[in-house]
T-cell receptor
């Protein structure tokens, strides 16, 4: 399976600021996704990062708060904007070849703390 | 709205025993099912996936699927302390290959 390098691995940020998280895949993947994992919780899908077009957001997530870019098939960014303590979570990117019944693999995650 | 349900645990088993992890899902149209393992502070890693009714075995792990009952399970034979982790059941969104809905996860503790 492909390897996703995600950075930063962790950060502590002031409320009201923004943080951009990057994911680089070592091979082309059809689909990339961004998830959030709040403390003690499971993973919740934020959005699908579409190559060359606007991301597709899940219910409860909006572009103004979580702008996403995907300029090519191996790279994507997620920005957490105007942060508040409620945004403190682990953010994970995921990639998949996009065919049915194949593995979705994850980056190492970014542990974000907003103070 | 699709739902994936798991008992959050913790499930505590002695070393060498069989650990049984269960998952139910709400969408009868679901076709494939994934089990991920997540160690504390780490990202999820795929253990197995299954899409046919019955059992699928891989080493010490067996996934069992019963679509009529909307039930999927993961059995871990000869449990080891290194198996202690949270196990996440995941089901793809309708029509979205590997855009996954995750259950809450079951925390497994294997004690010596």
């Amino acid at each position: 399976s492909a390897v996703i390098s995600q950075k930063p691995s962790r950060d502590i940020c002031q409320r009201g600021t923004s943080l951009t998280i990057q994911c680089q895949v070592d091979s082309q993947v059809t689909m990339m996704f961004w998830y959030r994992q709040q403390p003690g919780q499971s993973l919740t899908l934020i959005a699908t990062a579409n190559q060359g077009s606007e991301a597709t957001y899940e219910s409860g997530f909006v572009i103004d708060k979580f702008p996403i870019s995907r300029p090519n098939l191996t790279f994507s960014t997620l920005t957490v904007s105007n942060m508040s303590p409620e945004d403190s979570s682990i953010y994970l990117c995921s990639g998949t070849p996009g065919t049915a019944n194949t593995e979705a693999f994850f980056g190492q995650g970014t542990r974000l703390t907003v103070v | 709205q699709k739902e994936v349900e798991q008992n959050s645990g913790p499930l505590s088993v002695p070393e060498g025993a069989i650990a049984s992890l269960n998952c139910t899902y709400s969408d009868r149209g679901s076709q494939s099912f994934f089990w991920y393992r997540q160690y504390s502070g780490k990202s999820p890693e795929l253990i197995m996936f299954i899409y046919s009714n019955g059992d699928k075995e891989d080493g010490r792990f067996t996934a069992q699927l019963n679509k009529a009952s909307q039930y999927v399970s993961l059995l871990i034979r000869d449990s080891q302390p290194s198996d202690s982790a949270t196990y996440l059941c995941a089901v793809p969104f309708s029509g979205g290959y590997n855009k996954l809905i995750f259950g809450a996860g079951t925390r497994l503790a294997v004690h010596p």
